[in-house]
């Protein structure tokens, strides 16, 4: 099970950071959103090893994701944020050591932090 933290109200520009913690052990990382009315979408993702990452383009350049395998907890740094990053957040967890490109390469999810970005 992952647990979530982190989200809230920001104005354009600022910043926020996410982080997720798991009481298992798992592997490669991601980081989906939400928008209301939108498909739920990969924002961020890491493999185990910290070797490969896939950035939305949206998010390309603002956002930063990582991930502490000691602790089995991840994180993802969202600066610059703009109006349309708002969204409920979830992190997911893989029990594969590969990049997880696809929902269905995840095993675990959080419950979801709702990130508000005010113009």
């Known amino acids: 099970q992952r647990v979530e933290s982190g989200g809230g109200l920001v104005q354009a520009g600022g910043s926020l950071r996410l982080s997720c913690a798991a009481s298992?052990?798992?592997?490669?990382s991601g980081w989906f959103r939400q928008a209301p009315g939108k498909e739920r979408e990969l924002v961020a993702a890491?493999?185990?090893?910290?070797?490969?990452?896939y950035y939305i383009d949206s998010v390309k350049g603002r956002f930063t994701i990582s991930r502490d395998n000691a602790k089995n907890a991840a994180s993802l740094q969202m600066n610059s944020l703009k109006p349309e990053d708002t969204a409920v957040y979830y992190c997911?967890?893989?029990?594969?050591?590969?990049?997880?490109?696809?929902?269905?390469?995840?095993?675990?999810w959080g419950q979801g932090t709702l990130v508000t970005v005010s113009s």
């Open positions: 997911a967890a893989a029990l594969q050591y590969a990049l997880g490109l696809s929902p269905s390469d995840y095993d675990y």
């Open positions: 298992g052990r798992t592997f490669s």
């Open positions: 890491l493999s185990w090893s910290g070797g490969r990452t």
